[in-house]
């Protein structure tokens, strides 16, 4: 089974690099772009047999830091 | 007295701090593999050193956090046992969840490596029980995720409770209220972006602010 992890920043966390990259489409002259905001994708491959409390577990205690970011499982 | 340095692959200030604990304890101290499974017998201080453990794969200090030495740090910690970290250390230390909040990217995007002011915010700690409360010391920082951040009613109860031992004194990375180092609850865990241990002796370093934090802490534990 394939996993995708989507590891965000939680709202409100200040986030220096979509800051930075959102400067530079401007830069770009990319103008209406709002807010940027960049995350992480991890993608796993797992056995079948590994169930959905084993998945929480592994984002809750490596994968995302729940100090300030969320995350989002999706199965492909 | 003994005292342990955790080496993680990666860690690049784990001499420095040896150095440091030599210096001023006498006795040089044990160097802890971050795959051991034990600390000395005994021990009396344990330091997690600055450098990149795990080259900061997945977040700085993430993966250092979950090596198998943790577990005996975490017990000693829960001991009483003072445990220092120090920049990287620091790190590892919010990931392990031995203290609170987390040390993101610095705002300005940079490296940060010089030398800064600092605040002691808190000196009845056992780390910072050689200063005086409000005293302005110079000490150096090299970080790029130094940034601390924790929600408001985390950083309202850190300073309630007097948990920051350190502020910047002026802008450095973006640090939530210019916070530099943190005490955890119990105040025998502490965790600083900067590094005392470079700033030992005035003819090698040009000052010499970071010695008390090593003697004081030694003066505690009862050296």
Not at chain 2, 115 to 138: H, K, M, W
């Amino acid at each position: 089974m394939k996993l995708r992890i989507f590891v965000t920043l939680k709202p409100g966390v200040l986030d220096p690099q979509g800051r930075a990259i959102h400067k530079a489409l401007g830069g770009l002259g990319f103008d209406g772009v709002n807010d940027v905001r960049a995350g992480k994708l991890i993608e796993l491959e797992v056995e079948d047999s590994v169930d959905d409390a084993q998945i929480d577990a592994m984002c809750r205690k490596l994968l995302a830091n729940t100090v300030i970011e969320n995350y989002r499982v999706e199965r492909a | 007295m003994k005292t342990a340095v955790i080496v993680f692959p990666g860690s690049n200030c784990d001499r420095d701090v040896a150095v440091a604990l030599r210096e001023v304890s006498g006795t040089a101290p044990t160097m802890v593999w971050h795959g051991d499974t034990a600390l000395p017998d005994g021990i009396d201080l344990v330091a997690l050193p600055g450098g990149f453990s795990y080259g900061d794969y997945l977040r700085s200090g993430a993966i250092g956090a979950r090596s198998p030495i943790l577990r005996a740090v975490k017990d000693a910690a829960d001991r009483g046992v003072p445990v220092l970290g120090i920049c990287n250390g620091f790190q590892v230390l919010t990931e392990a969840g031995l203290l609170p909040g987390a040390l993101m990217r610095n705002a300005g995007l940079d490296f940060v490596c010089r030398e800064v002011p600092l605040t002691v915010d808190n000196a009845q700690s056992a780390f910072t029980s050689r200063y005086t409360a409000g005293e302005r010391i110079i000490v150096p920082v090299a970080h790029h995720d130094g940034n601390y951040a924790a929600d408001p009613e985390t950083l309202d109860r850190l300073e309630g409770e007097g948990r920051v031992a350190f502020r910047y004194g002026e802008s450095v990375n973006g640090s939530a209220r210019n916070i530099a180092g943190v005490l955890n609850a119990a105040g025998n865990v502490l965790g600083l972006m900067p590094h005392p241990e470079r700033r030992i002796d005035t003819a090698a370093h040009g000052g010499d602010d970071g010695r008390r934090l090593f003697e004081g802490l030694l003066e505690t534990v009862g050296v």
